[in-house]
């Protein structure tokens, strides 16, 4: 049995998301009353007002955090040692930085940056540094996982705007997503001053297969040097997935490991306007980069509630599984 030490690391503030006001639909997470509005009767499970909480910290509570809860269990099953979770400024605002203290206690992190742009979360200089150290170790592995940036429409206003966040809506079809919508600020700024930046762009809708499943991804296994995608053919049918943009050094610093099929039937999106038919999903840090190794994804493929569960439960146990140097 190995001894992997992992981390599941939210870089959200706590207090900063479920102080959004909900008279305003923009960039924040919905309440549990609005998913019981939108999904009925799906979360009626949740509706009960003296045990859930039924505005954004239910959310979080209920439904957002066990999402990833089938990857905690499967890990600790496989290792025999609970995955360490936490938050970066929990619910009582204590803050826990990824200082030395906390990130030499283990040899796999997973950084789960579900923190919207509104929260201005970012990594202090002291917490950069002590990454680098991590990423020095051959046998350490750093995963960043940034969500969708829906509804940017960067240089426009007023009804080009509105049209081109329309466009994008209609593309992913989810109506519990309002127009504008960006997660992972942390994943970027920490990205950015590792010296490989990478931009989580849009939110596109993947392609599904006949029978519902995911479509395979477009995998390049010669650089998948850990074999991470070992067994693994699709990732899930998440609704909003990001496009993993690399940005200047991070053009020859990170290696595209895999690219997700974008589903042609539905509504265009401007990212498809031309030609463009994938989008690029999991990046790894090519040889030289660091020591160890860095890998950029949507957050959602440690998540359970998605689709294509079997192949997800095979890049974790052979994240889990691999062997040491």
């Given at each position: 049995?190995?001894?992997?030490?992992?981390?599941?690391?939210?870089?959200?503030?706590?207090?900063?998301?479920?102080?959004?006001?909900?008279?305003?639909i923009?960039?924040?997470?919905?309440?549990?009353?609005?998913?019981?509005?939108?999904?009925?009767?799906?979360?009626?499970?949740?509706?009960?007002?003296?045990?859930?909480?039924?505005?954004?910290?239910?959310?979080?509570?209920?439904?957002?955090?066990?999402?990833f809860?089938?990857?905690?269990?499967?890990?600790?099953?496989?290792?025999?040692?609970?995955?360490?979770l936490?938050?970066?400024?929990s619910?009582?605002?204590?803050?826990?930085?990824?200082?030395?203290n906390?990130?030499?206690?283990?040899?796999?992190?997973?950084?789960?940056?579900?923190?919207?742009?509104?929260?201005?979360?970012?990594?202090?200089?002291?917490?950069?540094?002590?990454?680098?150290?991590?990423?020095?170790?051959?046998?350490?592995?750093?995963?960043?996982?940034?969500?969708?940036?829906?509804?940017?429409?960067?240089g426009?206003?007023?009804?080009?705007?509105?049209?081109?966040?329309?466009?994008?809506?209609?593309?992913?079809?989810?109506?519990?997503?309002?127009?504008?919508?960006?997660?992972?600020?942390?994943?970027?700024?920490?990205?950015?001053?590792?010296?490989v930046?990478?931009?989580?762009?849009?939110?596109l809708?993947?392609?599904?297969?006949?029978?519902?499943?995911?479509?395979?991804?477009?995998?390049?296994?010669?650089?998948?040097?850990?074999?991470?995608?070992?067994?693994?053919?699709?990732?899930?049918?998440?609704?909003?997935?990001?496009?993993?943009?690399?940005?200047?050094?991070?053009?020859?610093?990170?290696?595209?490991?895999?690219?997700?099929?974008?589903?042609?039937?539905?509504?265009?999106?401007?990212?498809?306007?031309?030609?463009?038919?994938?989008?690029?999903?999991?990046?790894?840090?090519?040889?030289?980069?660091?020591?160890?190794?860095?890998?950029?994804?949507?957050?959602?493929?440690?998540?359970?509630?998605?689709?294509?569960?079997?192949?997800?439960?095979?890049?974790?146990?052979?994240?889990?599984?691999?062997?040491?140097?």
């Amino acid at each position: 049995m190995p001894n992997r030490r992992i981390l599941l690391y939210f870089s959200w503030s706590r207090p900063g998301e479920i102080s959004a006001p909900l008279t305003t639909i923009d960039d924040r997470f919905p309440g549990i009353f609005e998913l019981r509005r939108l999904a009925y009767p799906k979360f009626e499970h949740l509706a009960d007002s003296r045990d859930f909480d039924q505005g954004i910290a239910g959310f979080l509570d209920h439904v957002q955090k066990p999402n990833f809860t089938e990857f905690a269990q499967q890990s600790e099953t496989l290792t025999g040692i609970p995955v360490k979770l936490i938050e970066r400024v929990s619910g009582n605002k204590k803050y826990t930085a990824l200082n030395d203290n906390l990130v030499s206690r283990f040899d796999t992190i997973v950084v789960i940056s579900f923190d919207s742009f509104r929260t201005a979360q970012m990594p202090t200089p002291e917490e950069v540094a002590t990454i680098e150290d991590f990423l020095a170790t051959p046998d350490h592995v750093l995963f960043i996982c940034p969500h969708h940036d829906i509804g940017e429409a960067e240089g426009l206003c007023g009804q080009a705007r509105e049209d081109r966040q329309i466009a994008e809506h209609l593309h992913h079809g989810d109506p519990g997503i309002p127009p504008r919508q960006g997660f992972g600020g942390f994943a970027r700024v920490l990205l950015r001053e590792l010296g490989v930046p990478v931009e989580n762009r849009f939110g596109l809708r993947p392609a599904a297969a006949g029978d519902g499943t995911p479509m395979p991804a477009d995998i390049d296994r010669t650089v998948d040097t850990m074999g991470l995608l070992n067994g693994v053919v699709s990732f899930n049918l998440h609704a909003h997935l990001p496009h993993l943009e690399r940005i200047g050094a991070a053009l020859e610093g990170m290696d595209v490991l895999a690219r997700q099929p974008i589903d042609i039937a539905a509504p265009p999106h401007p990212f498809t306007r031309d030609g463009r038919s994938t989008f690029d999903a999991l990046l790894q840090s090519s040889p030289g980069t660091f020591a160890g190794k860095l890998f950029v994804c949507d957050t959602t493929l440690f998540s359970s509630t998605a689709g294509g569960i079997n192949d997800l439960r095979r890049l974790w146990s052979n994240l889990v599984l691999r062997p040491s140097p």
